[in-house]
């Protein structure tokens, strides 16, 4: 008698994974999001449609505090131009965002990993995050090619898969600053930066704010484009340490290439830094708006009776 009984189960298991299949079609037809092969050249991401993008998380209330890090700081000095440092370059460009936050929106809590030239672990980056409880993590950095005046432009990455050779790249190379720190296994579970299979393993890292760090890392390389007049290598997915321990929407922006000899003179100069925080700023302005008015479409409405309504006794 039970294997009649499960002739109909087996039907709507059947029907729902139909459904499922039809729903993702779907959500593939609406959404711009596109993952290229394993093999592309490069691994990028582009903007989600409105219609797929998700309201933001039960109980924030919009965008109140931003945590801005500063790639690398005093022992780590990051990758290295002719002339300039990527930890100085990056602390500039990130003192100017947050400057630009507190003049433009002094209701929004500016917080920073650092403000000094000093060295802070990544994992304590995300602590501070976390702690604070922010509504944001922004990491700037700068980056750098094997080869000299090999590469220009800017990047801006999200913690995920990382498939392609030079985001693979890229990651390694920022996280190998954990060697620096004491004990650093214990802080990262046995993750051994000069392993592939660590870096694919962590890539394999679920993070829960994905959609609104690509939205957001859709914004900034769109501004780098319109208002900083810069050319944008996309948005991609790579397994950074930094982001991996945050709890909030949380983006890797690789500003431009030291090892440049023309990308080294626009990062150093007044102008350059000047434009790339001003990008970086506008960006946020437009989610934070964004987020904040979709906090205000969520706020359920209170339809209460008036207190002199007649009711029978």
Known sequence: MKRYHSAPLLLVFVL??????????????????????????????????????????????????????????????????????????????????????KQRHPDVEVIYTRDRDVFIPLHERANIANKNKADLFISIHCNTTAKRNSAMVTETFVMGLHRAEDNLAVAKRENSVITQEENYEAYYGGYDPDSDEGHITLSMYQNAFLEQSIHLANLVENEFENHGQRVSRGVKQAGFLVLRNTVMPSILIEAGFLNHSKEEDFLVSESGKKRIAESIFNAFAKYKHEQDQLVAYAEPKIEAIPADTDTDT
């Open 16 to 101: 729902l994974l139909m459904g499922v299949s039809a729903s993702a079609h779907e959500f593939n037809k609406d959404s711009k999001v596109a993952y290229s092969l394993p093999d592309a050249e490069d691994f990028n991401i582009s903007l989600m449609s409105a219609s797929s993008y998700q309201l933001p998380v039960p109980g924030k209330g919009g965008v109140n505090s931003v945590v801005l890090d500063a790639g690398h700081g005093g022992k780590d000095g990051g990758c290295t131009g002719k002339h300039s440092h990527e930890k100085d370059v990056a602390l500039e460009i990130t003192l100017r965002v947050g400057q630009l936050i």
